[in-house]
């Protein structure tokens, strides 16, 4: 049973390009999160997504940040005109529904670097 | 709001030894408490849990934590650390009475030495 992937795993922009991130679940999972994790910090919360729906998305930037978890397909992370502030480890975690008390299970990452 | 910390951001042991990465934690009601690892270029990896019933959890690869609703603590130990046990260790809560994310602690840099 495959886990929790992403890609790509390093992805590197100019200021004011885009950047995409993709996350596919765990097979059976159809409940998908993304974190952001700044060099020695901790993971923030950005948004909490269902097939089709964003359930949450208190911890997204109001701004350029956007996420989707169509139907078919893996959930994206999309990030218009990067700054040289949004450079940090983004990871997706699935878990198979919305109880509080499931752990998550987290992808590899991907680091993004913005120049 | 809810909150964690883990008040040392690097925990250094000698192998053999045992060992504590400590956290507190903070939310308006009564919580759900994850431990996990991180390590170096990979994902985070759950470690344990607690979820209700006995205030003490084991876990993966040797791992236990206990809960302490007084001192709203949830530590996580091993009796005899290993070199590969060397890791970043992030301790997360999550209010069960609400809908709110989890939110994670900035983590605990164990360093195992030989």
């Known amino acids: 049973n495959a886990g929790v992937m992403q890609n790509p795993r390093h992805l590197v922009r100019r200021r004011g390009q885009e950047a995409r991130l993709r996350c596919s679940p765990m097979k059976g999972h159809s409940h998908v999160y993304w974190y952001r994790q700044l060099p020695e910090e901790g993971l923030k919360f950005m948004v909490y997504l269902q097939k089709e729906n964003i359930i949450d998305e208190s911890g997204m930037p109001k701004e350029r940040f956007s996420a989707e978890f169509p139907k078919e397909g893996p959930s994206i992370l999309r990030i218009q005109q990067v700054v040289r502030g949004d450079s940090a480890a983004y990871f997706c975690?699935?878990?198979?529904?919305?109880?509080?008390?499931?752990?998550?299970?987290f992808g590899p990452g991907t680091r993004l670097t913005v120049l | 709001a809810q909150s964690v910390a883990q008040p040392e951001d690097q925990v250094n042991v000698a192998e053999g030894n045992p060992l504590t990465v400590k956290c507190t934690y903070s939310v308006s009601g009564n919580p759900y408490l994850f431990w996990y690892v991180q390590y170096p270029n990979r994902g985070l990896q759950f470690l344990l849990k607690?979820?209700?019933?006995?205030?003490l959890v084991k876990g993966s690869y040797g791992f236990e934590a206990e809960f302490n609703k007084s001192q709203t603590s949830f530590h996580l130990k091993k009796p005899s650390a290993l070199v590969s046990d060397s890791a970043l260790y992030f301790c997360?809560?999550?209010?069960?009475?609400?809908?709110?994310?989890?939110?994670f602690g900035k983590g605990t840099r164990l360093s195992v030495i030989a």
């Open positions: 975690a699935s878990s198979p529904d919305s109880s509080f008390y499931n752990e998550q299970f």
């Open positions: 607690y979820i209700t019933g006995d205030n």
């Open positions: 997360a809560v999550r209010d069960r009475s609400g809908n709110t994310p989890l939110v």
